[in-house]
C-alpha cells in the first residue's frame, strides 16, 4: 500500500481516541499525607493515565501506593491482599517501589496506567518510569499491578507506605 493510503488507515484507527487532561493536584508541598482524583467518567474515556513528576517521599524508604474508590472517593480500599501484584499481595496498585529523601535523590516521576476502571472487573495498572539514587544512578520503575474486586473504579488516591508527600506533581489524563 501507498504511504498515504497507510496514513490514512492510521488516522481513522488512532485518532479517534486522544489522551484529554483532566486535572492536576498542583505543587504538593511538604506535609500533605496523599492526593486523590475524583474525575473519572465512564461516559467519555476507557482508561487513565496519570504522570507523576519528580515525587518525594518525606520517609526514607517510602513506596507510592493508588488506593481504589467505587463511590466517588468516599472511602478508599487500602487492605492488603485486595490488591496483587506477580505472586504476592500488596497493599496498594503501586505507583513507585522503595524512594529515598537522601540528598540527590529527585523522586521518581512515572506514567501510571489505569485500564478499563469503569468494568466492574478486576481494575490493572501498570506504571513506567524512572527514580534516581543518591550516588546518581538512575533505575527503571515499572510495576504491574491488579486490584482483585470485581467493581467500578471512579476515584482514586496516591499515598506512601509511611509518612507524607515531601514534593512533586501528579497530574490525570482520560484516554
Known sequence: TSVETMATYM???????????????????????????TQFDASKYDHYQFWLQHVLPATDGAILYGHVSTDGGSNYDTTNGNYHTDVTDAPGLIASNTMGTDTGESGVSVMFNLFAPHMAVYTYSYSLG??????????????????????????????????????????????
Do not use: P, R, W
Not at 16 to 34: D, E, F, N, R
Not at 143 to 163: P, R, V, Y
Open 130 to 175: 524512572v527514580a534516581m539514587l543518591t550516588n546518581s544512578y538512575v533505575y527503571a520503575q515499572y510495576h504491574a499491578t491488579a486490584h482483585l474486586a470485581a467493581q467500578d473504579t471512579d476515584a482514586i488516591q496516591f499515598k506512601m507506605s509511611s509518612g507524607n508527600i515531601e514534593s512533586g506533581e501528579i497530574t490525570m489524563f482520560g484516554i
Open 11 to 37: 488516522g481513522t484507527k488512532i485518532t479517534g481516541g486522544s489522551l484529554v487532561y483532566l486535572a492536576s493536584s498542583g505543587a504538593i508541598s511538604s506535609g500533605t499525607a496523599s492526593v486523590s482524583f
